[in-house]
């Protein structure tokens, strides 16, 4: 049992921290934010992710799980630090690691005795040696430590499972001895043939940024090729699938949707890109998945465009708030695009999101918020269902035609039904599908 600090207690490190008390360590989460600390020491969980209400009740319970505002002091009772403080982007499109950098003085400060230092914030590479030095600048004792670049590739919505059972590890450090204690760390991964990537910092800093960025292309690929099949009466889904069964491409992240949104593939790719340019590198695959991903945010709003015509004076339902489903998260989501260009247009909004209802109002207020999708879509003009939840896909046809003033619908998820739709007489459009079946 090791006894471990985990700094920050954002998603990443609440995750990390409830699943790493979950293999027997003693774990502290500290954050600086008072409000925070108090709302978890309280029993409440400040984000919507499944399994993680259950997973640090379980573990705070047992007593391997504690929160604390005591940032210092967390650091000097530990032998492992994590830092998982956020890291997000700045105007020019670089990541933010001020916080970082804050959390790295602290340790610095607080060292009395030799600890593994290891990073889990998304960092630009040449972070790790940046961090080193900064402890080192403030440390004069000199204390002896181990730094480790630990990436995390966990999703929202499925955030506890991807760090209960991930596809790999990466741990990179030059240190044999901060090496052993990482494996220790997640030795029940290890036990169950987790493959553990042994890397340098910066080449376990890299992987992180070119995995985030390579989902994003293959999301931005299907979502041209559904441009494409839209034209020539071909099915995305058809494609995605027969493509996806070469192994050497996987079916996965290929299902063409709104645009990606969420708080890592935009601002990581963003990074990607400025970094390389500092380097006089090129990313131009990259630069062309930022730019197909703002076109598509803006192709669906055409999309309903089409079917309704000026959106002026009409009354629009929209379905699903969030970036997808199973999270409240709405950063950079594509019903932000959506509901933006409405209102721009001279529309009413009537939304519902099953979470992400209050995130959403921080941007938009004055939009009118409901309680289910039936109250969303009542008297509506049209509808458009932009975040793929169970809930919507088992939406009726009929019942959302006598609750609809007109019947019109935009799926950008692909997730209704054609035939039904059909059926029911209403003009919809979705990404990449021919609207006639078979
Ligand atoms: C992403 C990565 O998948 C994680 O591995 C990584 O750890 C995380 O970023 C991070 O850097 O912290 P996340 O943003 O939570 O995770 O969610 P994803 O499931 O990757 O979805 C991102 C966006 O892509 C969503 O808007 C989703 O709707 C969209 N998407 C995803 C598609 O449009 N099509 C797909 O086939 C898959």
Avoid at 79 to 99: C, K, L, M, R, W
Avoid at 118 to 134: Q, R
Avoid at 232 to 242: L, S, W, Y
Avoid at 407 to 417: A, F, G, M
């Amino acid at each position: 049992m090791r006894h471990i600090a985990i700094i920050g207690t954002g998603y990443v490190g609440l995750v990390s921290g409830s699943g790493i008390s979950d293999f027997g360590h003693k774990v502290i989460c500290a954050d600086i934010s008072e409000e925070k600390i108090k709302v978890l020491q309280a029993g409440k969980i400040p984000i919507y992710e499944p399994g993680l209400d259950e997973l640090i009740d379980r573990n705070t319970k047992a007593e391997r799980l504690s929160f604390s505002t005591d940032v210092g002091k967390t650091i000097r009772d530990s032998e492992v630090i994590f830092i998982a403080v956020g890291t997000p982007q700045s105007e020019n499109g670089e990541a933010d690691i001020s916080a970082v950098k804050a959390v790295a003085k602290t340790i610095g400060q607080n060292l009395n005795s030799r600890k593994v230092v290891c990073t889990k914030s998304t960092v630009p590479i040449g972070t790790g040696k940046l961090v080193m030095s900064i402890i080192n600048e403030n440390n004069p004792e000199k204390m002896e430590f181990d730094y480790v670049s630990n990436p995390e590739f966990l999703r929202e919505g499925s955030a506890v499972k991807d760090f209960l059972w991930p596809d790999r590890l990466v741990i990179g450090t030059e240190s044999d001895w901060g090496f052993e204690v990482m494996r220790d760390v997640y030795r029940p991964l290890y036990i169950n043939e987790t493959p553990i990537i042994h890397t340098t910092v910066e080449t376990s800093e890299l992987i992180k940024y070119a995995s985030n960025a390579f989902l994003s292309l293959k999301i931005s690929y299907i979502n041209e090729i559904s441009a494409l099949c839209e034209k020539v009466g071909a099915d995305v889904h058809v494609v995605a699938k027969t493509m996806g069964s070469d192994g050497r491409i996987s079916p996965k992240f290929l299902h063409p949707g709104p645009g990606f949104g969420g708080s890592c593939f935009p601002k990581d790719i963003s990074a990607l890109v400025s970094m390389a340019q500092n380097k006089n590198v090129p990313m131009r695959t990259i630069q062309a998945a930022i730019e197909t991903n703002a076109h598509q945010k803006k192709r669906m709003v055409k999309k309903l465009q089409v079917l309704t015509g000026d959106f002026s004076g009409l009354t629009i339902g929209i379905l699903g708030l969030a970036f997808k489903s199973k999270t409240d998260d709405v950063r950079e989501s594509a019903s932000l695009e959506m509901v933006g260009s409405l209102l721009k247009a001279g529309a009413q909004v009537k939304a519902y999101d099953p979470e992400a209802n209050t995130s959403f109002a921080e941007f938009y207020p004055q939009i009118t918020y409901c309680k289910t999708w039936e109250e969303a879509v009542k008297d509506t003009d049209a509808v458009a269902v932009m975040t793929e939840w169970n809930e919507f896909r088992t939406m009726d046809a009929k019942t959302l035609k006598n609750l609809m003033k007109s019947p019109i619908i935009l799926d950008t998820r692909n997730i209704l039904s054609r035939k039904e739709l059909q059926k029911n007489g209403f003009s919809f459009d979705n990404v990449g599908r021919p609207m006639e079946t078979k």
